[in-house]
């Protein structure tokens, strides 16, 4: 039994400690699920403003821009989850235009909340603002063209070179992101005309045309020094954006361009590289990389360089690192809400009470980012936003005040009443509560300044036996404002009336210091500056000006209105010391005089000497004051140097400060607080001392250190964060040093960077020195604190820490892709980001292709950094429908593609048609394309065509085949016969090494050099290219075709003898159109003879899918010569296709070391078949086996 009551007790307590905290740090009554965000869009292009609020029902939903409420129509007005639409966006002048920055406005019983702010831009291009100008260069220096204009989004910037595009990157040429292009090695070939294009999605606009004009280099070329001439320019970019830091130097030799940072660290390689020929150029840009960045061009292999700086300034967004928290208070109670920020230019903190600025009064203050309400009042019991905003974006976080009232409460004190006593006092009477006044135990009267803003409210405590108060420490002359609260045991009653009371005045505390110089050896000007309002206790009547010389008592007085500053004494004693005093006076009386202040009348003399300094004296805290001078406008004299004295009042002078003639500022440091100084500053020359310069100053009080209380425990320290994944971070932290003999236990908080709700914020209690935190969002950065616990004593958070969670990969493809036709072959493709806020994207893969191509498996890759939106398709080509898509990636994966855009390119845009193509939505399932009925029908019949066409064609070669083998015959015997005389005399001479040889001439359509001078035969159709492709049966009907085809081709050379002692070759030409072109099947079944053994090249780019590639099989390379078709083969294999038998290959580097000189040619008929053998050897010269094979069937 008792284990089960002391469950219960346990779960109890848990339910009446936690349940109320959590009631705290868990506000969520309203807060934004979505919120409006930057956007630009086209004109008349439809938006839609996201902003979706959850809490508790009714939640009313208003918009505001630029401040004011948005006015529905016809045109814009609120959908259902109240988000805002705009059907057509105009970009009228004024108030008209729908530009501007959008709020939403959610409001529910609890209060009033106001979203981020988000602008809306309607997307335009300017004209240029930097055109391109013409310019002379010498051959081999360097040209530089550059342009600049607005645009929003920001263009794409390319050039022209005689009206064609230049790459944006070469070994010469560089093209930078912001509008510079560079060439390098200038040569004669780069004179002419250059213009750049910039497009964006409005339109594409072309700049004046620029002339390079290249002159001639001297001869010779003279060595000079590194000159760099263009240098990188300081830069402020915003976070995540990539910075372009340009530097372009000449010189002979041609210097070498390195980089560094002046802070000696390193420079980040992973998101920095070198562009073109020494620009350097920073992706995805971090706090990090702001800094000086040094360009240096250097002479190799010399000591002669050149350097050129500039500062990159790292812009970033609002993010808090310190938030509100909802608190519940009592009636009459204090909230305090803090809120900082960081960013890059500093963000302003501005509060806002139910989506409404608040201003400070005297209860309610704001201060060091901090917003304290003091007395609340059941008014008070609202939703708190602090917005911290700068140029680049707004951060809003929000709390709740719940105001805790009492029922039985007493009503306000009644008949509040004020009465001045004195120049410092005022007495304050009231009547007690109407009702509940028996249960008050105290009351608190307050008061404060009635003029100005930000005064502070003083707060008196008095028990409930009276209810009359003298507030005795007020300032004279001063309106002041008072009210009294009731208290009892349960709470605070409501304020009472207000009621206003001023202070009479009173002398002057004290006089006003002096500053004393001369003019002339007779005069001393005397000025002064009126005293501040604590000091004069009412307004300046009138001065009294006292002054006598230093070694008599008679004292000259002037009195002078209390509206003057200054007065000069005329009619004085050279060289004297006289001594001045000065005293105010109010309506009430005169106050305090002054010490005597001394100064001395210059000497005189006709010598120059300078005039008395300009002197400023200002107090920098309650130790140390700041001297600053400057000569006075009409000193003539030179200056050699500075004498600068200063002593306590009633203290002798110590021995002045010696100071250079260029210092103009000292600082006196180590003086006592509310003392009085005197400062005396002179110039001097080689003449002598000049004129002085006196003045009286005053250090202030030292703010006094208040009691503290006993100390909190300290925070836990070594704070260790490591990410284990995209959803998970590890943290590890040390337990501070002190002894307890109580339990510790530990609370960490954790959430995103730039929260905006703090209701979102994870509070994990643990009573480990480690934690996991799971369950979190991919790519974002977190804040982690810890604080520690014990007996009921709780330590400040640590000093907090960052992590950030690794990127998971887009999920999600790109959305909204177009794509638009600009140009006859170029087409803009534009898109936005994956909807995805927590997935970074590092760069976006444009896929394009015709529609042959993509059957073909075959598609164009694009890649473009994750910040660009757009790109440009070049080189379309007319009549082709392309096939359009993107996805996003990262470097954790790839995303999925859009949506297949297509895209048609008109054949003829001449005739006035829109240049803008035609684009659709295709659908894709599984990488295959859907066809339609027609597409299908339209396929089926082209492909009967061309089946019945290959049918047709190799029918009637053929045929034609078979008629030219008859007609053949008689010739294949006149041939036989010529062969066979041929061969028996080459057999009668024997095989001596320098045998006369007489073989049949070449027809006269054939040509060869014999001399050795090349191996390229020509006949009547021109070159002739020898057969590398060894021919296979295809059909069944092949071999005989060819052994016809041959048999003809043998026998219609005529033969003559040729002299002995030279040497002739012989060629057959065969049946086909020309010698290097396919016969017969072949030609519908191979490709030409270009290919290369065993593989065929087939054209494109980044293949996606399957590229339709093939490679000839069974092909052999017979190739006899040195080089590439330099000579005729020998008898290849289709050549011996007639004989059921053939001759072995011969090696082709044995042939080569032969003599042509030794040709010997055997022939042989063995059964209606010829064979022939011809072997030469020959152990210096090159030997040329030449075979002709004539087989002549006896019977047909």
């Not at 965000?37 to 959850?54: F, G, K, P, S, Y």
């Not at 979203?115 to 051959?139: C, D, G, H, W, Y």
């Not at 001097?684 to 003045?695: K, S």
């Not at 290369?1092 to 494109?1100: A, F, I, L, R």
Request: net charge neutral; glycine share 6%; hydrophobic share 35%.
């Amino acid at each position: 039994m008792a284990p089960i009551k002391r469950k219960l007790y346990q779960r109890w307590l848990f339910l009446v400690v936690f349940l109320p905290i959590s009631g705290i740090l868990c506000f969520s009554e309203l807060f934004f699920i979505k919120e409006p965000h930057d956007v630009t869009v086209m004109r008349r292009e439809a938006v839609i403003l996201d902003c979706q609020a959850h809490g508790e029902s009714p939640i009313n939903v208003r918009w505001l821009k630029n401040g004011v409420k948005v006015v529905e129509n016809e045109r814009v007005y609120h959908l259902s989850n109240g988000s805002l639409y705009i059907s057509e966006v105009e970009s009228r002048r004024g108030d008209k235009s729908d530009e501007g920055l959008y709020q939403c406005l959610a409001q529910n019983k609890y209060g009033a909340i106001l979203s981020q702010k988000a602008r809306l831009t309607i997307a335009s291009i300017n004209a240029f603002t930097i055109q391109p100008m013409s310019i002379v260069v010498t051959e081999g220096s360097v040209a530089r063209f550059s342009c600049r204009i607005s645009a929003h989004p920001p263009s794409i910037i390319t050039w022209e070179f005689n009206r064609v595009t230049l790459p944006l990157a070469t070994e010469r040429i560089t093209v930078l992101p912001s509008g510079v292009l560079q060439i390098h090695g200038v040569q004669r070939a780069d004179a002419g005309n250059y213009r750049c294009i910039s497009t964006n999605i409005v339109s594409r606009r072309r700049s004046t045309e620029a002339t390079l004009t290249v002159a001639p280099a001297p001869r010779p070329q003279l060595l000079q020094r590194p000159c760099i001439i263009a240098g990188p320019k300081n830069i402020s970019v915003s976070l995540h954006q990539s910075a372009v830091l340009e530097c372009m130097a000449t010189g002979n030799p041609r210097p070498i361009i390195s980089w560094s940072r002046a802070d000696r660290k390193s420079i980040d390689v992973y998101n920095t590289k070198v562009l073109g020929n020494g620009n350097l150029i920073i992706t995805d840009i971090k706090p990090q990389h702001g800094g000086v960045y040094m360009c240096r061009a250097t002479t190799l292999g010399t000591r002669n360089y050149t350097v050129a700086s500039a500062n990159i300034t790292v812009l970033a967004p609002p993010s808090l690192v310190e938030w509100p928290e909802s608190l519940t208070r009592p009636r009459a109670g204090t909230a305090r809400f803090v809120c900082q920020a960081v960013g890059v230019p500093t963000p302003k903190i501005t509060w806002l009470k139910n989506g409404q600025k608040v201003h400070s009064n005297g209860r309610i203050k704001m201060y060091n980012s901090k917003l304290v309400i003091n007395q609340i009042i059941p008014e008070d019991d609202a939703i708190y936003q602090c917005q911290a905003e700068n140029k680049q974006g707004s951060v809003l976080s929000m709390a709740r005040l719940i105001v805790v009232m009492s029922e039985d409460r007493p009503s306000a004190p009644r008949n509040i009443a004020a009465d001045t006593v004195s120049s410092s006092a005022i007495l304050l009477a009231w009547e007690r509560p109407q009702y509940n006044s028996d249960k008050v135990i105290a009351y608190s009267v307050h008061y404060m300044r009635a003029e100005g803003l930000n005064n502070e409210e003083y707060q008196v405590v008095i028990g409930n036996d009276t209810t009359r108060y003298i507030i005795d420490d007020l300032e004279p002359a001063r309106n002041y404002t008072f009210y009294v609260v009731a208290y009892m045991p349960m709470g605070a009653s409501r304020m009472s009336d207000n009621v206003f009371q001023h202070t009479l005045e009173d002398v002057p505390l004290r006089a006003p210091e002096l500053s004393l110089t001369s003019r002339s050896p007779m005069d001393i000007q005397v000025s002064w500056q009126p005293l501040p309002d604590k000091l004069s206790r009412g307004r300046v009547t009138a001065y009294r000006l006292s002054y006598r010389i230093s070694t008599e008592n008679t004292v000259s007085q002037i009195e002078l209105s209390g509206d003057k500053t200054q007065h000069l004494l005329e009619n004085l004693q050279p060289d004297t010391i006289y001594l001045l005093r000065i005293v105010a006076a109010t309506s009430v009386g005169w106050g305090e005089q002054s010490v005597w202040t001394s100064h001395r009348t210059p000497k005189t003399s006709s010598a120059r000497v300078p005039m008395a300094p300009e002197l400023h004296l200002a107090p920098l805290n309650c130790t140390t004051i700041l001297a600053r001078w400057q000569l006075a406008p009409r000193n003539s004299a030179s200056v050699q140097g500075y004498r600068l004295f200063y002593h306590e009042e009633s203290q002798s002078e110590r021995a002045p400060v010696q100071l250079r003639a260029m210092e103009n500022t000292y600082t006196f440091g180590g003086l006592d607080p509310r003392k009085k100084y005197h400062i005396k500053l002179l110039a001097y020359n080689f003449v002598g001392d000049g004129y002085q310069a006196d003045q009286t100053i005053s250090t202030p009080g030292c703010v006094s250190i208040r009691d503290r209380l006993v100390p909190p425990p300290p925070p836990p320290h070594n704070v260790y964060t490591k990410t284990n994944s995209s959803t998970a971070v590890f943290l590890r932290w040390g337990r501070p040093a002190f002894t307890s003999s109580h339990a510790v236990n530990y609370t960490v908080r954790c959430n995103p960077v730039g929260l905006q709700n703090a209701s979102l914020v994870l509070y994990l209690l643990t009573s480990e020195q480690n934690l996991l935190v799971r369950d979190l969002q991919p790519n974002t950065k977190y804040e982690f604190a810890i604080r520690l616990h014990i007996d009921q004593l709780s330590s400040p958070w640590s000093p907090v820490v960052y992590q950030s969670t690794f990127p998971a990969a887009p999920s999600l493809a790109p959305t909204n892709v177009k794509v638009t036709l600009i140009e006859e072959d170029t087409a803009l493709v534009s898109w936005k980001p994956p909807d995805e806020p927590n997935v970074a994207v590092t760069y976006y893969t444009i896929l394009y292709a015709s529609r042959n191509a993509w059957i073909a498996g075959e598609w164009q890759a694009l890649l473009k950094e994750g910040t660009i939106t757009m790109s440009l398709l070049e080189n379309l080509k007319p009549g082709q429908i392309y096939f359009v898509k993107v996805s996003a990636s990262n470097k954790m994966g790839d995303g999925p593609f859009s949506q297949t855009i297509e895209l048609m390119v008109q054949a003829d845009l001449s005739s006035g048609h829109d240049l803008r193509g035609s684009t659709h939505s295709t659908g894709f399932s599984g990488g295959f394309y859907h066809l339609d009925q027609k597409s299908m029908t339209g396929i089926t019949v082209g492909v009967c065509i061309a089946l019945i066409c290959i049918i047709i064609c190799a029918f009637i070669i053929v045929c034609r085949g078979k008629n030219r083998k008859f007609s053949a015959v008689k010739t294949c015997r006149e041939g036989v016969n010529t062969s066979a005389s041929a061969a028996g005399h080459l057999a009668s001479e024997g095989q001596a090494e320098h045998a006369d040889v007489s073989v049949p001439m070449m027809s006269q359509n054939h040509f060869i050099d014999a001399k050795g001078g090349t191996n390229l035969i020509i006949n009547y159709l021109g070159p002739v290219q020898p057969s590398t492709e060894k021919k296979e049966k295809w059909f069944s009907f092949s071999s005989n075709v060819e052994k016809d085809s041959q048999a003809v081709q043998n026998m219609r050379h005529s033969s003559a003898a040729h002299q002995p002692g030279t040497t002739v070759l012989t060629y057959e030409e065969e049946l086909s159109m020309c010698p290097d072109q396919p016969t017969t099947l072949q030609a519908l079944l191979w490709r030409p003879n270009g290919d290369s053994e065993g593989s065929s090249s087939s054209e494109g780019s980044h293949a996606t899918g399957d590229s339709g590639r093939y490679s000839h099989d069974e092909t052999e390379m017979t190739n006899l010569s040195s080089g590439t078709s330099s000579r005729p083969p020998s008898l290849t294999a289709e050549e011996r296709g007639g004989s059921d038998c053939s001759t072995p290959p011969e090696d082709p580097d044995e042939l080569m070391e032969e003599s042509p000189a030794d040709l010997k040619l055997m022939e042989s008929v063995e059964n209606g078949c010829c064979h022939q053998e011809t072997q030469s050897r020959s152990e210096s010269a090159l030997s040329l086996q030449v075979c002709e094979t004539v087989c002549v069937c006896e019977r047909l």
